[in-house]
């Protein structure tokens, strides 16, 4: 969305709410404010030093039924990934973002596994997507759109393996947030993603007669390969 779309939308609702422009005090509290929002309250569970934090996320994600796989490096990634799709009678195929994140993974040291890059197409079973941050405080993984991301590998494949290093899992929301606002733009901040999906566990739902279903709304499986990146 460009500044003057974005300009019009905001002008449209100060028209329906019957207000004018906001100038003065009022404009500078509230660009104050956006600059350097102020934390909620944060949960005692999350205030802990940064590996207790990663521990912490790993109990969170395997109770709500994501999967962790802990390895030493991105050398251990292909065959993370091959022993997983092994294990669950998976064809050794996956559809990899495009993300120079996942460029360094030598995918090459398991020719059996057929690797393809893009947005996920229907046939794909698996996606393997990195991820931005990881919330301890819940055991959520942070993903955002762009380019190099495709929102469709996080929903359409059955089965999705996200790469996550060490470094980074936060403790709370709040850090991711203010991670993002930071993200370097070249010249400047970076403009913030059209999409942040956070997620918490497989996709499941019981709406239907109180019967738990898995692979609702999007994967019905949900795996972590999670990375030391040696980095805090």
């Known amino acids: 969305m460009t500044s003057s779309s974005r300009q019009a939308i905001l002008d449209g609702i100060r028209r329906g709410l019957g207000r004018g422009p906001v100038d003065g005090a009022d404009k500078a509290a509230l ?3 956006m600059t350097a929002p102020k934390a909620n309250l944060i949960p005692a569970r999350a205030q802990i030093p940064h ?3 990663v521990d912490l996320f790993v109990r969170m994600a395997e109770a709500v039924e994501t999967t962790v796989d802990r390895v030493d490096g991105l050398d251990a990634v292909p065959g993370a990934v091959a022993d997983y799709l092994a294990a669950n009678n998976l064809p050794s195929e996956i559809r990899a973002a495009p993300d120079p994140a996942l460029d360094a993974i030598p995918w090459q040291d398991r020719p059996l596994l057929t690797v393809e890059k893009g947005r996920a197409e229907n046939a794909d079973a698996t996606s393997v997507t990195p991820a931005f941050a990881a919330v301890a405080e819940s055991g959520t993984l942070v993903l ?3 380019p190099d991301n495709p929102t469709t590998l996080n929903f359409m494949p059955e089965n999705h393996i ?3 290093k060490t470094s980074q899992v936060t403790g709370t929301y709040e850090e991711v947030w203010s991670r993002l606002r930071a993200r370097d733009g ?3 901040p970076a403009p913030m993603p059209r999409t942040v999906n956070m997620i918490t566990g497989p996709s499941r739902t ?3 007669a109180q019967q738990l279903y898995m692979g609702a709304h999007g994967p019905r499986r949900l795996h972590i390969v999670l990375v030391d990146d040696g980095q805090e």
């Open 206 to 208: 019981a709406d239907i």
């Open 51 to 53: 590996g207790e934090q």
């Open 186 to 188: 070249g010249d400047g």
């Open 162 to 164: 996200v790469v996550l």
């Open 31 to 33: 660009e104050a404010r």
């Open 144 to 146: 955002h759109s762009g």
